[in-house]
């Protein structure tokens, strides 16, 4: 039986005062304070705020289109209904946006954080990352994670002067880690920043130790987790995953029933603990719910042969050779190499330049982010143009599978 929570009766009285009394929580971050690396250019208008203006800048960036053929959880499925990442970062924007709302932070902060924070991903999901991940730290010592990346692909390959407030909230939205409190870790430096940056790099536990330095940072962090516990469960259904069971047989309700009720419920919740505190916070009872949520999701859906499996036997075999002569491509000049015609050619022609020429980039991170930047599809085909003699015949799951 489905159970959809609601704010308190006192929560709901004293918002309505604070709005009628102009008294609401003022824990927003002032846009008039961000900071970029170029300070004399982008500067915010009274109709275009400075994180208005990132939102605007990562929509127009050139990968973002990419977003739409990137796998969010399944791979091979030739099925519009099936979530890729696209509607991921849609959903967590708008999440993050309806908490945010409700305890009055910077929407277009949020925003801009939402959107931008998976451009980094890899193809084939978190597989595709783990497979890169493992290329990078074989040929180079250094560790890949999107959310790093992300913030390569805006920061450096793309240099779009974002400010440093969306950037740390991008490289700290890790939706793998989750937490009943989110307190801001202050950063006001980008050189604060760039060692961030680079201690993720060199060291793999760096990553679940870095915190948003905004409400907005921490909103979007939590909002990630949201998005994806109840809609991946109705992808695996629509998969044809046919033992996941959507409801967990929950007969107390609460947040482990439908994806609705996640959402709704998770909010409420957040909003309930952490209205006018300089936090963001679930009680233990929905923290707890969420932890084992998300434990389900791994036994149920991520760990399951159908997911992660298939990927290992196929994809990371196809990724290392790949890798390989791509890196080898570059290192002789082949100029007629994808690697040149479609990678480095498409960021040199575009007009965000980055802050050194491109091709001065060591080359293993050439291969790497041209990798990393690879939608599903172009994966698959680029490598069999490169091997036409060794091609792989990858089985997609097709529309009219159930009625053969």
Same mark, same amino acid.
């Given at each position: 039986?489905?159970?959809?929570?609601?704010?308190?009766?006192?929560?709901?009285?004293?918002?309505?005062?604070?709005?009628?009394?102009?008294?609401?929580?003022?824990?927003?971050?002032?846009?008039?304070?961000?900071?970029?690396?170029?300070?004399?250019?982008?500067?915010?208008?009274?109709?275009?705020?400075?994180?208005?203006?990132?939102?605007?800048?990562?929509?127009?960036?050139?990968?973002?289109?990419?977003?739409?053929?990137?796998?969010?959880?399944?791979?091979?499925?030739?099925?519009?209904?099936?979530?890729?990442?696209?509607?991921?970062?849609?959903?967590?924007?708008?999440?993050?946006?309806?908490?945010?709302?409700?305890?009055?932070?910077? =929407? @277009?902060? #949020?925003?801009?954080?939402? !959107?931008?924070? /998976?451009?980094?991903?890899?193809?084939?999901? +978190?597989? *595709? %990352?783990?497979?890169?991940?493992?290329?990078?730290?074989?040929?180079?010592?250094?560790?890949?994670?999107?959310?790093?990346?992300?913030?390569?692909? =805006? @920061?450096? #390959?793309?240099?779009?002067? !974002?400010?440093? /407030?969306?950037?740390?909230?991008?490289?700290? +939205?890790? *939706? %793998?880690?989750?937490?009943?409190?989110?307190?801001?870790?202050?950063?006001?430096?980008?050189?604060?920043?760039?060692?961030?940056?680079?201690?993720?790099?060199?060291?793999?536990?760096?990553?679940?130790?870095?915190?948003?330095?905004?409400?907005?940072?921490?909103?979007?962090?939590?909002?990630?987790?949201?998005?994806?516990?109840?809609?991946?469960?109705?992808?695996?259904?629509?998969?044809?995953?046919?033992?996941?069971?959507?409801?967990?047989?929950?007969?107390?309700?609460?947040?482990?029933?439908?994806?609705?009720?996640?959402?709704?419920?998770?909010?409420?919740?957040?909003?309930?603990?952490?209205?006018?505190?300089?936090?963001?916070?679930?009680?233990?009872?929905?923290?707890?719910?969420?932890?084992?949520?998300?434990?389900?999701?791994?036994?149920?859906?991520?760990?399951?042969?159908?997911?992660?499996?298939?990927?290992?036997?196929?994809?990371?075999?196809?990724?290392?050779?790949?890798?390989?002569?791509?890196?080898?491509?570059?290192?002789?000049?082949?100029?007629?190499?994808?690697?040149?015609?479609?990678?480095?050619?498409?960021?040199?022609?575009?007009?965000?330049?980055?802050?050194?020429?491109?091709?001065?980039?060591?080359?293993?991170?050439?291969?790497?982010?041209?990798?990393?930047?690879?939608?599903?599809?172009?994966?698959?085909?680029?490598?069999?143009?490169?091997?036409?003699?060794?091609?792989?015949?990858?089985?997609?799951?097709?529309?009219?599978?159930?009625?053969?």
């Amino acid at each position: 039986m489905s159970k959809y929570e609601r704010l308190s009766p006192e929560l709901t009285e004293r918002m309505r005062q604070d709005i009628a009394e102009g008294k609401r929580p003022d824990y927003a971050r002032d846009s008039s304070f961000a900071i970029r690396r170029d300070p004399s250019s982008d500067r915010e208008s009274i109709w275009r705020p400075a994180y208005s203006r990132d939102v605007d800048k990562i929509l127009h960036s050139p990968y973002y289109n990419r977003y739409t053929d990137k796998t969010q959880v399944f791979s091979f499925y030739k099925n519009d209904d099936i979530t890729r990442r696209a509607l991921h970062v849609q959903l967590v924007s708008r999440i993050a946006r309806t908490i945010g709302s409700a305890l009055n932070l910077n =929407l @277009d902060l #949020i925003e801009a954080i939402a !959107l931008g924070h /998976d451009i980094g991903h890899t193809p084939f999901g +978190h597989a *595709g %990352e783990k497979y890169i991940s493992e290329l990078y730290q074989e040929h180079c010592g250094r560790y890949f994670n999107h959310n790093v990346h992300s913030v390569r692909v =805006l @920061d450096t #390959i793309f240099n779009h002067n !974002l400010t440093l /407030d969306t950037l740390n909230g991008i490289i700290t +939205h890790n *939706g %793998e880690f989750e937490m009943n409190e989110y307190r801001p870790s202050p950063m006001d430096s980008f050189d604060d920043f760039d060692k961030m940056v680079e201690s993720c790099y060199v060291d793999q536990s760096n990553i679940i130790k870095i915190i948003p330095s905004t409400l907005e940072g921490c909103v979007v962090r939590v909002s990630d987790i949201i998005a994806y516990l109840g809609k991946d469960r109705l992808d695996a259904m629509k998969s044809k995953l046919s033992y996941v069971d959507p409801t967990l047989n929950d007969e107390d309700g609460r947040i482990r029933t439908f994806n609705a009720e996640i959402i709704n419920n998770l909010e409420v919740n957040i909003i309930e603990h952490s209205y006018g505190k300089p936090y963001i916070k679930l009680d233990e009872e929905h923290y707890s719910l969420m932890k084992e949520a998300k434990r389900d999701n791994y036994a149920m859906i991520y760990n399951t042969y159908n997911v992660s499996k298939v990927l290992d036997e196929r994809v990371r075999p196809l990724m290392q050779r790949m890798y390989k002569k791509l890196l080898a491509d570059l290192k002789e000049g082949n100029k007629s190499s994808p690697i040149f015609k479609h990678h480095i050619d498409f960021i040199n022609t575009n007009h965000y330049s980055p802050r050194l020429p491109y091709l001065e980039t060591e080359p293993n991170q050439i291969v790497i982010d041209y990798m990393a930047s690879m939608t599903d599809d172009y994966c698959t085909e680029l490598y069999n143009f490169m091997f036409p003699n060794k091609p792989i015949d990858f089985h997609y799951h097709g529309y009219f599978e159930d009625l053969v």
